[in-house]
């Protein structure tokens, strides 16, 4: 059997290839097409891209405090510092000035109807002002603002000097606040409640 086997093995000389060392060779695994070996350390494009984000958001920082260094407005704080002094100025003007003194004598008609009588005279000699710029105002007290009225133009009564009247109708019954304000020639304010209720129209 022995025998047999040497006759039909063919030696490595007879088929042009050097004889083996005498131990058979052992092929290995044939390496996968594709495949690329793993490789073992860090990422180098995830650190370059943290490091590119980085380095872009400090960019952009320093660009904008530059900008707004650069572009900040000069000059704003001394005009308010001068504007400042000049509103105050104007202020103790107009609080040194006198201030006209006014008489408020309003009387409901009736229908909701009101009217409105101010005496308006000088504040040292109580002489009455003629030809002043007067108007009214009403506000209901229990709705603020709700049914404001105004302003209401106040003529001068004929023959009654320093004496403004106006007539006006409020919305509903209730409390007013009366409101005359003197514009010219003295700047003036002065307010009187006024209770409207269902009185009957005077005859």
């Known amino acids: 059997m022995t025998a047999l086997k040497e006759k039909l093995r063919l030696s490595d000389e007879m088929l042009g290839r ?82 006209a003194a006014i008489s408020i004598d309003s009387e409901h008609l009736g229908d909701l109807q009101v009217r409105i009588t101010a005496k308006v005279s000088s504040p040292t000699s109580y002489d009455p002002i003629t030809k002043g710029q007067v108007v ?17 133009v106040m003529a001068e009564a004929p023959g009654q000097p320093g004496v403004y009247q106006a007539l006006t109708n409020v919305p509903m019954a209730g409390e007013y606040n009366i409101t005359v304000e003197v514009k010219q020639p003295m700047a003036s304010t002065a307010n009187q409640r006024l209770e409207v209720g269902t009185v009957q129209p005077k005859k």
């Open 18 to 99: 050097p004889a083996s060392a005498g131990k058979p060779v052992r092929a290995g695994k044939p390496a996968r097409p594709g495949r690329r070996p793993r490789r073992r350390g860090p990422n180098r494009f995830r650190q370059g891209l943290l490091l590119g984000i980085c380095v872009g958001m400090t960019a952009a920082l320093l660009v904008g405090v530059v900008g707004f260094l650069v572009t900040r407005p000069r000059g704003v704080a001394p005009a308010a510092a001068e504007t400042a002094p000049a509103e105050r100025h104007g202020q103790g003007d107009q609080q040194k000035q006198p201030q």
């Open 136 to 152: 009214a105002y009403t506000d209901m007290v229990a709705m603020p603002m709700a049914h404001k009225s105004g302003p209401i």
